[in-house]
């Protein structure tokens, strides 16, 4: 009987889920020149902005001197979902308008808030002179 049980509790939680809704792995791989204007709010800690690539956008946290922290735009939280993206950004909180998520910045993307409990995803970096490498 307890065997009956946990397969039905199985299927249950297999049924629940949508294979559809994650964020997408895209492929990632681009240089930012530190030292040019566009780039300068990047200069001070806990600035941040915004550029094209990901899923749709990249959003680029400058966390302390040369640690940076970089995140997909698109939001945890149903990023299936056309309006599913980080669409501002107030000092170290991100907001996404389509479910009023919020995340953290400064602590690895995580959710500060409901809907959204999987935190923004993140990407690889390196710093070298005034060039920043962003990859997966």
């Known amino acids: 009987m307890k065997k009956l049980i946990y397969l039905l509790f199985f299927l249950i939680i297999l049924s629940c889920g949508n294979s559809d809704n994650y964020i997408q ?26 550029v094209s690539g990901g899923n749709k956008g990249i959003i680029i946290y400058r966390y302390a001197n ?9 939001c945890s939280y149903e990023p299936n979902l056309a309006c599913s993206y980080i669409d501002s950004i107030n000092s170290s909180l991100a907001f996404c308008g389509c479910c009023s998520s919020a995340f ?9 808030n409901s809907p959204a409990i999987l935190p923004l995803k993140m990407y690889n970096y390196a710093v070298e002179n005034n060039y920043l490498h962003v990859f997966n």
């Open 66 to 74: 040369y640690e940076f922290k970089i995140y997909d735009r698109n």
């Open 25 to 50: 792995n895209v492929y990632v791989n681009f240089e930012i020149d530190l030292s040019l204007s566009e780039f300068s709010d990047l200069n001070s800690l806990g600035n941040s902005i915004i």
């Open 104 to 112: 953290l910045l400064d602590q690895d993307g995580m959710a500060a």
